[in-house]
């Protein structure tokens, strides 16, 4: 239990890669790992897409923002939420589906599923010595992304995980104070304690840039939220999925 604990807790993300492709029997691994993972009703709603195709690899990395590591990554996974099949199971067996499946719940149970699995890969791959980074950047651009993956209706690509041989010694980005995530019974939401928490934990971001950059950076957490939230973002993505046949009530 030891080591599956601190394998955890010194998870950091990894964006350098030695040019080494995944061996198959990594990549089925890590995949029969996923789909270990809890699923709600066994409904298994996701869907795994690997992505081995260089010119596919370059392209979903510009569509990300530019992020090379993507492209030069070992493997990129791509995370579906994924009702399509269970559609098709309601046309076989005679059954009116369709309202369930178009839900808001189950395509909160699709994402939830799908990010369960994605994390019993990670720290599959992990404990095999590899590195990875989940990439939220292929949201940018949905339509683009569903065409070069020829994702049908009921499906939506969430997010991409590069794995691969680090080529990098990265640190550990500190995360929220265990008071700040924890709360016990009830939510604890008095904003002057809330605020105390939050400067003590700026502190240590500010620290950690710090030293990381050499100096060239300080930035805050608060300041970084203030900011990223300020920019609206991804706006599109309500019409998207709705546009998918999913979260439409």
């Known amino acids: 239990m030891k080591k599956t604990i601190e394998l955890l807790k010194n998870h950091r993300s990894v964006r350098k890669f030695k040019d080494v492709p995944l061996t198959k029997n ?3 691994t890590i995949v029969e790992a996923a789909q270990m993972a809890s ?4 409904i298994q709603a996701y869907t795994i ?12 990395a510009a569509l990300a923002g530019g992020q090379e590591y993507v492209a030069e990554s070992g493997h990129l996974f791509l995370f579906c939420a994924d009702l399509y099949r269970h559609a098709h199971i309601g046309q076989w067996k005679d059954a009116d589906v369709q309202p369930s499946i178009e839900s808001t719940e189950k395509f909160m149970v699709a994402v939830i599923d799908a990010s369960l699995a994605a994390q019993n890969a990670a720290i599959a791959a992990e404990s095999m010595g590899l590195g990875i980074c989940y990439i939220g950047g292929i949201r940018n651009n949905l339509a683009e992304v569903n065409q ?5 209706e009921y499906v ?3 997010f991409g995980l590069t794995v691969g041989v680090p080529d990098q010694e990265t640190a550990i980005k500190p995360r929220m104070p265990f008071e700040m995530v ?3 019974n009830s939510y604890e939401s008095d904003p002057d304690l809330l605020k105390d928490k939050v400067r003590e934990y700026d502190r240590g971001i500010s620290a950690y840039y710090h030293e990381r950059t050499e100096g060239v950076r300080s930035d805050q957490w608060s300041d970084q939220m203030a900011k ?3 920019r609206k973002s991804r706006m599109y993505m309500k019409d998207f999925i709705e546009g998918k046949k999913l979260n439409r009530h």
């Not at 699923?39 to 066994?42: A, D, I, L, N, Q």
């Not at 070069?148 to 049908?152: F, K």
């Open 148 to 152: 070069v993956i020829d994702a049908p």
């Open 26 to 28: 990594q990549i089925k």
């Open 228 to 230: 990223m939230l300020e």
């Open 49 to 60: 897409i690997g992505i081995t195709d260089k010119e596919k690899k370059k392209e979903l």
């Open 39 to 42: 699923t709600s009703s066994f």
């Open 156 to 158: 939506v690509p969430l």
């Open 182 to 184: 924890y709360h016990e």
